[in-house]
């Protein structure tokens, strides 16, 4: 069993940053890929980032390439996502999520997820 708490997100203007973290306990971290979802209001949940168990690899939505850093620190048990030039388009609710694979973009293949936190972007 894996618990995953975030925070960091908030009120934002286009343009601007947040960057939310996402600290986990229960078991090994680095058995875990990590990965960040985002669930908009009347949209399916869909995949932002990945960063696999020792950050050796990471994946991005091609809509967030550029703008958005995934990255973890083992020794504290924490994940990140650095969000710059935000978007109106990027207001969702942002999870963190772990899977034993390697790295997946399919919510279905993350066996543990946190609550959320809500990131909203003003035009």
């Known amino acids: 069993q894996v618990q995953l708490v975030e925070r960091g997100g908030g009120l934002v203007q286009a343009g601007g940053s947040l960057r939310l973290s996402c600290a986990a306990s229960?078991?090994?971290?680095?058995?875990?890929?990590m990965g960040w979802f985002r669930h908009g209001q009347g949209k399916e949940r869909e995949f932002v980032a990945a960063v696999s168990q020792l950050t050796t690899f990471t994946k991005y939505t091609d809509y967030v390439k550029g703008r958005f850093t995934i990255s973890r620190d083992n020794a504290k048990n924490m994940v990140y996502l650095q969000m710059n030039s935000l978007k109106p388009e990027d207001t969702a609710l942002y999870l963190c999520?772990?899977?034993?694979?390697?790295?997946?973009?399919?919510?279905?293949?993350?066996?543990?997820w946190g609550q959320g936190t809500q990131v909203t972007v003003s035009s």
């Open positions: 229960g078991r090994t971290f680095t058995n875990y890929c």
């Open positions: 999520a772990a899977t034993l694979y390697g790295i997946r973009i399919l919510p279905a293949d993350y066996g543990y």
